[in-house]
């Protein structure tokens, strides 16, 4: 995605050896893993400051990107594919490769020859890839499998340059799986882009809360870290258009404080998001609070065709709850829960801010 402007050789290993899922080397992830450790600002490193298997990492490293954006497109939607590779420079994909052994693709859908591949089973997806261009004229015939017409993603692999050409190599449009699940990095930002982040959600979305309709309200208590301005919170669309206001909450004492800095009306963003995935929402107005401040930043958000609207982190034991966290769940807007004690989770929503200066 930073191509061409920005050349970057990030660790794997940092990636790998960081998150939050207890995931190896050997045990794969997918694109949510590799997604709650960019947007928690763990990474991405440098290469050369945490070499790759070498059974070793730096947990002080700090992030050289700051990803604030990844949209989660439409099922083989491939229009909309080309439109966020034009846009954004690269789409990450699910495929199914079929191998034949350890080092090998089957040649029954893979021509090694033009470094044309095309799945035509029912397998579920077992890999990622980068989609990095199209060419609507590739030749159906360089194909080993049969394929419906020309054309074919040009996609960037991750298993070297011995692989394809260079690493490069070509998906048909006829691929049963290619575009199935994909994710586009749309804002990626300069590690000073805000002094802080506040968040429980280093987990990422593991699911999804409501209450059985479209609507509902979120909300996250922090303790300010020193006097600062509030500027941006990010969460996720758990679905395409998905509208949402935005409320402040200062001096925050109780779970009643949050409805009355609803029913003030002093909305401090809002808008709607046409494909699901996570965003950063910079408010129309900078928020001010002091250090050891207990403040809240208060969620409404709808998403059509969904009666959980509302992105959660999951846990599978109640000690493995961020301690000091503390997340609020509502359908009206006037009565609160809170989701640690009732629903075993933290909400998946963060806040941005700078240093007064």
């Known amino acids: 995605t930073l191509l061409p402007e920005d050349e970057w050789d990030f660790s794997e290993d940092h990636m790998i050896l960081n998150n939050d899922f207890g995931a190896d080397t050997v045990s794969g992830g997918d694109f949510l893993v590799a997604a709650s450790y960019l947007l928690s600002w763990k990474g991405p490193v440098r290469e050369e400051d945490d070499p790759y298997n070498d059974g070793a990492t730096d947990t002080s490293l700090t992030a050289a990107k700051h990803v604030q954006e990844i949209r989660f497109l439409e099922n083989r939607n491939f229009t909309q594919i080309k439109n966020m590779v034009f846009k954004y420079g690269a789409v990450e994909t699910s495929l199914f490769i079929s191998v034949e052994n350890d080092s090998y693709v089957s040649t029954e859908f893979y021509n090694p020859y033009e470094y044309a591949y095309c799945y035509t089973g029912s397998e579920d997806a077992n890999h990622e890839v980068v989609i ?47 575009g199935s699940v ?131 982190e999951g846990y599978s034991e109640p000690d493995e709850i961020t301690a000091s966290g503390e997340s609020y769940l509502s359908s009206d807007g006037s009565l609160w829960e809170n989701t640690q004690s009732s629903n075993n989770c933290t909400i998946c929503l963060k806040v941005y801010s700078d240093e007064q200066r």
């Open 132 to 178: 990095i261009g199209w060419d609507d004229n590739f030749p159906a015939d360089a194909f080993y499998s049969d394929v419906e017409g020309d054309g074919a993603f040009i996609c960037k692999n991750s298993w070297g340059e011995n692989f394809g050409d260079g690493g490069i190599f070509y998906v048909s449009y006829s691929d049963t799986v290619v």
């Open 182 to 312: 994909s994710a586009a990095y749309a804002r990626i930002e300069d590690p000073d882009n805000y002094d802080n982040i506040y968040q429980y959600d280093y987990a990422g979305w593991g699911g999804s809360i409501g209450y059985g309709r479209n609507k509902a309200y979120m909300a996250n208590v922090f303790t300010a870290g020193s006097s600062q301005e509030l500027k941006a919170a990010g969460f996720y669309a758990v679905g395409r258009n998905t509208a949402y206001k935005i409320y402040a909450c200062r001096d925050y004492l109780t779970s009643r404080d949050l409805s009355p800095a609803i029913n003030s009306g002093e909305i401090i963003a809002e808008g709607v998001f046409e494909d699901s995935g996570f965003y950063t929402v910079d408010f129309s107005k900078a928020v001010s609070v002091d250090e050891g401040e207990r403040f809240a930043v208060i969620v409404e958000i709808s998403t059509q065709g969904t009666g959980k609207p509302v992105a959660i």
